[in-house]
């Protein structure tokens, strides 16, 4: 299978839904010079004249209005620039986004999709590397994806793109330039709440969202050089989540270690660790661990930056402490 | 569409006054007999501002409303017997009753719904306009929001954009003096709303809400000037609240004489329905009176004997 970058996957899903929905529209800050700010909607001037809509910097505006048009109809995205932002147009999101649908008892239909981009870059601080997926998977009436591969990027935008539910579609900042094989059929769509196997293994489950489905691959490299299997599940959404994935493996090994970028407080992996000892305790060999961001907001100077996330390293070494210790030879 | 204001048409706009004020009298009272669960917003004392606005729409155009919904809702075609079963809680209600007062919606006629959020209903409307204005659908939307809306950083927003963007879109303020509980004074160092459409060159028109004939005007023009490509009109409608912000304001801010005499002076039903009669367009209007009387007490009746939603309820409607 050819492949290409989570960009242009990306791309690729923005310009075949653009191509299959003559009312599909697109709207945004700087869509289109330079290709937008991350180089998405190249050429998409010209082959969708008057469908991409370039507004001020009014992130309320931009959402609400997506909202307007999407409830009228649709499809519509709305791209906000970093993750960040999202914090000045919640009302738009949680408020009026979320929740039109259960107000009007059913009437409204939301084929909205805001799309992203989340986590840790480059040095760019505080208000531009936030993983801020849990508040939005804590309001029901959202959907939240986080595809963590070119093919995963493609396939989940296609289908919000083709849901009637507000879709909150996080991309991150590091995969945009990943490469990997993805499918060039116009049909390649994967269903919200499907998690993925990354990787198989009978010692531990590891799950793992957006970026850090890579840590958790590098780790297990690692690992199975020690000789520890480990399985690296991907739920690729947050809301749904796909509990049957994470039980059933969680079953198989016994052991569960859930990693995300976010702060690892009130963060998505605290809810999948809550739900693994509620629901399969039994199953368990011990108790649920879990890794995530510190409690502080993200630091530009590389040092510190590198450890206010993550590392596969931090992985391997959690994931060493929740083996059973071997007896010396 | 008929921009003559004939009189059947002015006959037809105080009989829809009448039916939203009879309609918020109703409510209020079987919320005081402990038959309304939520809160009120009452519409008593605006109902010029809503049937002139929406007189000069068409059942497809599309309106975004506020906390003070009802009129908007009834103005634009909604029935009121559905929108009392949502008051009541009912499952016959246009939201199955988990929307309420403050979320009434009816798609079927172009209302958006009711907002619970001061300062939603522009994005929401501007996007309803953006789409109609893609998809050449000659519609227009209608933002309804209050002088106390207009603090939000969101007429900002969407006042610029929808300027930018040229698109079919009537910003309508209803201007009762009042945020919650606070004079306008106290709040906004600017003397009228109208004032701002400048700086987003876009027309700006402030005028008396109670004049019903006026607001259609004024609404039928702005109509036209977002049909033809020119963009928004930003319409301040100067109006009054006879209640206080909600059914349970003890309006502390304001004596119960100058609400008197709002009630006497201002009051955009009696001085209409005066003028109707002494044109001899409306005879004793008797008639109209009854079957408004009759349609709300069938409303009522209608809310009363419909059903909770099951349990199951709950749980639908929030994903698609």
């Known amino acids: 299978m050819r492949e290409i970058t989570y960009r242009e996957a990306i791309r690729e899903a923005l310009s075949e839904e653009m191509r299959r929905s003559p009312r599909m529209i697109i709207m945004g800050e700087d869509l289109l010079p330079g290709g937008g700010s991350f180089g998405m909607h190249l050429n998409f001037g010209e082959l969708f004249p008057g469908r991409m809509i370039e507004t001020p910097i009014s992130e309320a505006a931009i959402v609400g209005t997506a909202l307007g048009a999407a409830m009228t109809g649709g499809p519509v995205v709305a791209e906000i620039m970093y993750s960040d932002f999202m914090t000045v147009c919640m009302d738009e999101v949680v408020n009026q986004a979320a929740k039109i649908r259960y107000m009007s008892g059913g009437q409204a239909r939301v084929p909205l999709v805001v799309r992203t981009p989340y986590g840790i870059a480059k040095g760019i601080a505080a208000q531009h590397s936030q993983s801020l997926e849990a508040w939005y998977a804590h309001i029901p009436g959202l959907r939240v994806a986080m595809p963590a591969t070119p093919a995963d990027a493609k396939g989940l935008l296609k289908t919000a793109l083709r849901g009637e539910d507000p879709v909150i579609f996080l991309e991150h900042k590091l995969l945009y330039n990943v490469k990997g094989p993805v499918p060039e059929d116009g049909e390649h769509l994967i269903p919200f709440g499907c998690a993925s196997v990354a990787r198989s293994g009978t010692d531990l489950s590891i799950v793992a969202t957006g970026l850090m489905v890579s840590k958790a691959l590098e780790a297990a490299d690692t690992l199975a050089a020690e000789g520890i299997s480990a399985e690296v599940i991907d739920p690729r959404t947050v809301s749904p989540l796909d509990w049957d994935t994470i039980f059933a493996s969680v079953e198989k090994t016994g052991r569960a270690l859930v990693v995300n970028e976010a702060t690892l407080f009130g963060s998505i992996a605290s809810e999948i660790a809550a739900t693994i000892g509620e629901k399969r305790f039994n199953a368990l060999d011990g108790p649920v661990r879990r890794i995530g961001s510190p409690f502080v907001p993200k630091p530009s100077t590389p040092g510190l930056e590198k450890l206010s996330v993550p590392s596969a390293l931090d992985v391997v070494r959690i994931a060493r402490e929740m083996m059973p210790r071997r007896r010396a030879a | ?209 109670n004049d019903v004939r006026a607001v259609f005007r004024a609404a039928t023009t702005a109509r036209e000037r977002a049909l033809a490509g020119d963009g928004p009109t930003l319409l301040e409608l100067k109006t009054q609240r006879f209640t206080g912000h909600s059914s349970g304001d003890p309006q502390v801010y304001r004596t119960k004489a100058s609400v008197d005499e709002l009630r006497r002076t201002r009051d955009p039903i009696a001085a209409f329905e005066r003028e109707l009669m002494d044109a001899e367009m409306l005879g004793d209007g008797d008639a109209i009176r009854a079957a408004v009387d009759a349609e709300v007490a069938a409303a009522v009746a209608f809310a009363e004997a419909s059903a909770y939603p099951n349990d199951e309820e709950l749980f639908s409607d929030v994903y698609a």
Not at chain 2, 47 to 52: F, H, I, K, P, T
Not at chain 2, 54 to 79: F, M, N, P, Q, W
Not at chain 2, 125 to 141: D, E, P, Q, T
Not at chain 2, 174 to 183: F, G, L, R, V, W
């Open chain 2, 1 to 209: 569409m008929d921009n003559d204001l004939t009189p059947e048409r002015l006959v037809g706009f105080w009989r829809d006054m009448l039916r939203i004020r009879a309609f918020e009298r109703a409510a209020v009272y079987q919320s005081s007999l402990g038959k309304i669960y939520g809160a009120l917003h009452s519409y008593e004392g605006q109902e010029s501002c809503a049937v002139g606005i929406c007189g000069a729409l068409t059942s497809e155009d599309y309106v975004a409303s506020t906390h003070r919904g009802h009129g908007h809702s009834i103005a634009k075609g909604a029935r009121m017997d559905r929108m009392m079963a949502e008051l009541f809680g009912r499952e016959t209600g246009y939201c199955k009753g988990k929307g309420g007062s403050l979320h009434i919606a009816d798609f079927s006629c172009g209302m958006l719904g009711a907002n619970g959020i001061v300062g939603a209903s522009y994005a929401i409307a501007a996007g309803a306009a953006l789409n109609a204005k893609i998809s050449k659908n000659g519609r227009v939307a209608v933002a309804f929001f209050g002088d106390g809306a207009v603090t939000r950083g969101t007429f900002h927003e969407t006042t610029n954009m929808a300027s930018l963007l040229k698109l079919p879109l009537l910003l309508v303020c209803e201007n009762n003096d009042y945020a919650q509980y606070m004079h306008r004074s106290e709040t906004m160092v600017f003397d009228n709303v109208a004032d701002l459409a400048s700086n987003y060159k876009i027309p700006g028109v402030q005028l008396d809400g």
